[in-house]
């Protein structure tokens, strides 16, 4: 069993999101010079994202390997 919660799983997936989104929207905007396509950008990228994060850290809960929250110390 994971020791995070759902949420606090949700909170960070949605925190990294935002700076991640904004991160490309700027790139997206520099490298096109225009505002438009960096916000289709943040419109597309921000939920899919932030979607495949929130699956993506939920899976890695299950994985045994690396995980030490159940070891013994000494």
């Known amino acids: 069993m ?3 919660t759902r949420k606090r799983v949700l909170a960070k997936t949605f925190a990294w ?3 991640a989104t904004l991160t490309g929207a700027a790139i997206a905007a ?3 010079g225009e ?3 960096a ?6 990228e921000f939920p899919l994202k ?3 994060y929130y699956i993506h850290e939920r ?4 994985v045994k390997w690396g995980n030490n929250t159940n070891a013994v110390e000494g």
């Open 50 to 52: 932030m979607g495949f």
């Open 39 to 44: 916000g289709w950008f943040i419109l597309l």
């Open 2 to 4: 994971s020791p995070y």
């Open 35 to 37: 505002i438009e396509t």
């Open 17 to 19: 999101r935002i700076i």
């Open 59 to 62: 899976a890695w809960e299950k």
């Open 30 to 32: 520099i490298l096109t």
